[in-house]
């Protein structure tokens, strides 16, 4: 699933070319990319038709477009593989297009693409989430470190009131949003920290360098355009991000590592892996769990 700089770039591409605009047809050309929206196509397309688009935004990997009408918006879910393109009407679509959206002004259509039909559109509700509004199906979803009113202090103090580790914490959406397993581990080698560190070992020190590395990490990924593997993540305009080219652990077994020369060791986690120096990225002494069960009870213990 793209993480926040890939999202935020779809978002800053749709901020652009679909604000203010007017939506004049919408064709849902596959059912499972409406499926979200359980009133149905002909529901969908009742409702958007005639709508203006307001702005596009996004918190963490989640991004949705407001409209006029007050408390509806339109909901981007990219999934694995959605691509939400800016397309001329006259060009041939691809083999993959699950829905596409007019405007009155007969300009560029926005095309929703989705090899794996994952993804999907779906209208939801905005409501209040202290100074700024979310849709109600995300609402359970953390601000993310690029957000304005992320609180830097509050999120230390509860990572280090937890029985976890701090990879673990980063990919909690629920804790901070954003992160996935390949800006996760360029955070943590930038730190020099293994992800396998119990959080509350951590110093308060420890994790605000922590979220300044995640921060430049996703500045330098927005510059290149975010990151892409394959074909399947663009922007769009159909281009793909160049920061791999950049990464300073993640795929890069065997590689040296581009503080100390020691190659960058993989390791399972999750059923995904874990790319990180030996070295500069020193592994707890005990293994995570072993130190968090002693920490449990002792806590316990009379």
């Known amino acids: 699933m793209p993480e926040l700089p890939e999202v935020e770039t779809v978002r800053a591409g749709l901020a652009r070319w679909v604000a203010g605009r007017t939506i004049a047809e919408v064709d849902s050309l596959h059912p499972r990319a409406i499926r979200r929206h359980l009133a ?24 949705w477009l407001p409209l006029d009408d007050g408390p509806s918006c339109l909901i981007g879910h990219l999934g694995m593989s959605g691509q939400l393109l800016m397309q001329a009407p006259g060009v041939e679509p691809g083999p993959h297009l ?15 693409q989705d090899q794996r039909t994952f993804g999907g559109l779906h209208l939801d509700e905005l409501r209040p989430d202290g100074p700024t509004w979310v849709p109600a199906g995300i609402a359970h979803i953390a601000r993310d470190p690029l957000d304005e009113h992320f609180d830097d202090a509050a999120w230390i103090s509860s990572v280090r009131r937890r029985n976890t580790t701090i ?3 980063l990919l909690d959406q629920s804790s901070i949003s954003g992160v996935g397993n390949i800006y996760a581990d360029e955070a943590l080698w930038r730190a020099k920290l293994h992800g396998d560190r119990p959080t509350a070992g951590l110093s308060r020190q420890a994790l605000s360098t922590l979220l300044a590395q995640l921060r430049l990490v996703f500045a ?6 975010g990151t892409s593997f394959d074909s399947l993540y663009v922007n769009v305009n159909g281009q793909s991000g160049y ?45 995570a769990a072993t130190a968090m069960s002693a920490r449990a009870k002792s806590r316990t213990s009379p």
């Open 40 to 63: 149905g196509p002909l529901d969908l397309t009742q409702r958007l038709v005639g709508r203006r688009i307001v702005s596009a935004q996004r918190r963490g990997k989640y991004l």
């Open 220 to 225: 330098d990924a927005l510059l290149a355009g």
């Open 167 to 169: 990879k673990r914490a």
């Open 98 to 112: 699950r829905a596409r959206i007019s405007f009155t002004d007969g300009g560029d259509e926005l095309r929703f």
């Open 243 to 287: 920061f791999d080219r950049s990464l300073n652990a993640y795929g890069r077994v065997g590689e040296a590592c581009n503080r100390c020369g020691r190659p960058i060791a993989r390791a399972k986690w999750m059923n995904r892996s874990s790319y990180f120096c030996p070295h500069c990225q020193r592994p707890p002494r005990r293994p």
